[in-house]
């Protein structure tokens, strides 16, 4: 059974960081790629970051690129997404996701995780 647990969250202020982790199970990070969306309160789900497992190419949305990085530890089967210089607007719910290649269309991906609730304070 494929599961997702996304952590990492909490509260802090403008220009601090954060490290999400998603942990997976049933399954490997060889075939299929991952994806950290967002979605704060009254807007669509948007795409963050996605990491394509088969040949480790990383992607990132324009508003995080050069502030957040995407990680995996395959030992670990956890995929990390470290969040720096972080602005309010950052403030949403992170989900992590899985799909079989790299998409920012959250409809393609098969499987979800809770989501973690991240807040910046200005």
């Known amino acids: 059974e494929v599961q997702l647990q996304a952590s990492g969250g909490g509260l802090v202020q403008a220009g601090g960081s954060l490290r999400l982790s998603c942990t997976a199970s049933?399954?490997?990070?060889?075939?299929?790629?991952i994806g950290w969306f967002r979605q704060a309160p009254g807007k669509e789900r948007e795409g963050v970051s996605c990491?394509?497992?088969?040949?480790?190419?990383?992607y990132y949305a324009d508003s995080v690129k050069g502030r957040f990085t995407i990680s995996i530890d395959n030992a670990k089967n956890t995929v990390y997404l470290q969040m720096n210089s972080l602005k309010p607007e950052d403030t949403a719910v992170y989900y992590c996701?899985?799909?079989?290649?790299?998409?920012?269309?959250?409809?393609?991906?098969?499987?979800w995780g809770q989501g973690t609730l991240v807040t910046v304070s200005s």
């Open positions: 996701a899985q799909t079989t290649r790299p998409s920012w269309d959250p409809y393609e991906y098969d499987y």
């Open positions: 049933g399954f490997t990070f060889d075939n299929y790629a």
């Open positions: 990491f394509g497992g088969t040949d480790g190419s990383t």
